[in-house]
């Protein structure tokens, strides 16, 4: 244990983690924000949302990726709630079919609750190219 010249022990604590909430998109490992083979987009932006609220990047980035026929998606998703950005999606458009409504929560509440869920299962996964959910979700 070294101790530095303002009297605060150096080596105190655990190691300085990169902080995914503030990197950008393409500065976070890709392994982390691939789509996984066969995810549909609701999973996929379920996953991200530890990353953050980031707009629509990973929605663009899953229509990149699996969907590039999906011109549409943005404006359908708006069309659902999803407006702003993609927390709305889960606040408006889809939740998991397993799991109980938060309806009339304040929004902290609600990402309070969220980062309290448990994982989702995995995926039972969509065919390539499609932006539909899988079973997991049904529309809000
Ligand atoms: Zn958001
Ligand atoms: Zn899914």
Redesign the pocket.
């Known amino acids: 244990m070294s101790v530095g010249a303002d009297g605060v022990a150096e080596d105190w604590g655990s190691p300085e983690e990169p902080n995914l909430l503030e990197a950008p998109v393409h500065e976070l490992p890709e392994a982390l924000t691939m789509p996984k083979p066969g ?2 987009l ?2 996929y932006l379920w996953r991200m949302q530890d990353f953050g609220c980031r707009g629509h990047e990973f929605t663009d980035r899953y229509v990149e990726l699996r969907a590039p026929g999906a011109t549409g998606l943005r404006r359908r998703l708006a069309g659902m709630g999803a407006v702003c950005c993609e927390c709305e999606v889960f606040l408006n458009a889809y939740h998991p079919i397993h799991r109980q409504r938060l309806e009339d929560q304040a929004e902290d509440e609600w990402e309070y609750r969220m980062a309290e869920t448990p994982d989702m299962p995995t ?4 065919r390539r190219g499609s932006t539909q ?2 079973g ?2 049904t529309r809000s």
């Open positions: 995810e549909c609701i999973c995926c039972p996964g969509v959910p899988c997991l979700w």
